[in-house]
């Protein structure tokens, strides 16, 4: 079963921005779509980008026009750029696929801790 490594997390203050990383193992990476998920403290893990093999994309209306979720398919690698950071979207971000059957999800991985605070 695929497995994925999250990294490019940290402390950056409102305004500021990160770019997050997804390293995938195994194979067919890029038939897949992709996802960025998030989960804050006391909340319910949420799906914020999403990203076809193709390149289609799709947002969570409290990250469009900030967030850009992009693929490279030959390093079987996803990535999330935030720009215009809120203290909100202070979470751990993870990746795995999306729009797919539970019993094609990954593993999920450990995430990586964003921080939004001055």
């Known amino acids: 079963q695929v497995q994925f490594v999250e990294s490019g997390g940290g402390l950056v203050q409102p305004g500021g921005s990160l770019r997050l990383s997804c390293a995938a193992s195994?194979?067919?990476?890029?038939?897949?779509?992709m996802g960025w998920y998030r989960q804050a403290p006391g909340k319910q893990r949420e799906l914020v980008a999403r990203i076809t093999g193709g390149g289609s994309t799709i947002y969570t209306d409290s990250v469009k026009g900030r967030f850009t979720i992009s693929r490279d398919n030959a390093k079987s690698t996803v990535y999330l750029q935030m720009n215009s950071m809120k203290p909100e979207d202070t979470a751990v971000y993870y990746c795995?696929?999306?729009?797919?059957?539970?019993?094609?999800?990954?593993?999920w991985g450990q995430g990586t801790q964003v921080t939004v605070s001055s």
């Open positions: 795995n696929r999306a729009a797919v059957p539970d019993s094609l999800m990954g593993y």
């Open positions: 195994g194979s067919r990476f890029s038939i897949y779509p």
